[in-house]
Nanobody, 125 residues
Framework: VQLQASGGGLVQAGASLRLSCAAS????????VGWFRQAPGKEREHVAS????????YYADAVKGRFTVSRDNAKNTVYLQMNSLKPEDTAVYFC???????????????????WGQGTQVTVSS
């Protein structure tokens, strides 16, 4: 699976952005998908995921209620809708996928086998 993230940009606090992650391969709907982010000088952190079997979604506390992950299997694309953006959301955002991770590890970046190239999100105050 190859992933291509897009949709980042420079916005003001309070604005919205939608990130997209386009995937290759006919069986992408069988993958758990996740979004992670990495700010300068910080470790990569989990943002949101959607589990492959149930479609249930999981969010980091910092984004819960503001971000929504969704997927369009017909388009082989995963989205991250980000509302009410804050300066602390500034980071490079990565999409990732795994066909094999178990639910208890869904927030662990080491369990994702496939990664997109990252897209920069900058939120000004």
């Amino acid at each position: 699976v190859q992933l291509q993230a897009s949709g980042g940009g420079l916005v003001q606090a309070g604005a919205s952005l939608r990130l997209s992650c386009a995937a290759s391969g006919p069986t992408f709907n069988r993958y758990t998908v996740g979004w992670f982010r990495q700010a300068p000088g910080k470790e990569r952190e989990h943002v949101a995921s959607m589990f492959r079997n149930s479609g249930n979604t999981y969010y980091a506390d910092a984004v819960k209620g503001r971000f929504t992950v969704s997927r369009d299997n017909a388009k082989n694309t995963v989205y991250l809708q980000m509302n009410s953006l804050k300066p602390e959301d500034t980071a490079v955002y990565f999409c990732a996928a795994s066909a094999t991770l178990i639910l208890s590890t869904i927030r662990d970046s080491r369990q994702y086998n496939y990664w997109g190239q990252g897209t920069q999100v900058t939120v000004s105050s």
